[in-house]
């Protein structure tokens, strides 16, 4: 999955990919996945849309 790595600015594949859930307004949970920027290691997270 693709996702934007701040310290390289510009998009990159993200490495080791998961799925995780952040917290949110309301006490609710959102859906994110967290994964490690190939060029530079940095971490790298993309919010998901709600399930339906």
């Keep these: ?3 934007y790595c701040v310290k390289c600015k510009a ?3 993200m490495k080791d990919g998961k799925e995780v859930a952040m917290k949110g ?3 609710t949970q959102r ?3 967290k994964g490690v920027c190939p060029k530079c290691s940095t971490t790298m ?3 998901l849309p709600k399930k339906d």
Excluded: L
């Design 1 to 3: 999955m693709e996702a």
């Design 11 to 13: 998009k990159q594949e």
């Design 25 to 27: 307004k309301g006490g």
């Design 31 to 33: 859906r994110a996945m």
């Design 45 to 47: 997270f993309r919010i």
